[in-house]
Nanobody, 121 residues
Framework: QVQLVESGGGLVQAGGSLRLSCAAS????????MGWYRQAPGKQRELVTT???????NYADSVKGRFTISRDNAKNTVYLQMNSLKPEDTAVYYC???????????????WGQGTQVTVSS
């Protein structure tokens, strides 16, 4: 059984910062990419950023220069440092991992339960 557990969401004023964490645990064989997605009320879930096991990153244009993703492979943990937050960043943020477990050993997507980020103006 594989689990992704997120932490670090909350309420912050515009211009402030938050740091999200997501730890993957369980019978993990290998983790390929990890990342963050978000879903605002009434909108579809969208990609925020991803990072490969080798450290290559990809960002949505809306967060470039403000958000930074990082990863600790030894701890199976991914982080999202969010600076200069804007009200339009308000959403539920979901952690994603593309990984395989020891039983099946086929890469597939796993998701965290989501953490709320609210940015007030």
């Amino acid at each position: 059984q594989v689990q992704l557990v997120e932490s670090g969401g909350g309420l912050v004023q515009a211009g402030g910062s938050l740091r999200l964490s997501c730890a993957a645990s369980g019978s993990i064989f290998t983790i390929n990419a990890m990342g963050w997605y978000r879903q605002a009320p009434g909108k579809q879930r969208e990609l925020v950023t991803t990072i490969t096991s080798g450290g290559s990153t990809n960002y949505a244009d809306s967060v470039k220069g403000r958000f930074t993703i990082s990863r600790d492979n030894a701890k199976n943990t991914v982080y999202l440092q969010m600076n200069s937050l804007k009200p339009e960043d308000t959403a539920v943020y979901y952690c994603n991992a593309y990984l395989s477990d020891y039983d099946v050993r086929i890469l597939r997507d796993y998701w965290g339960q989501g953490t709320q980020v609210t940015v007030s103006s």
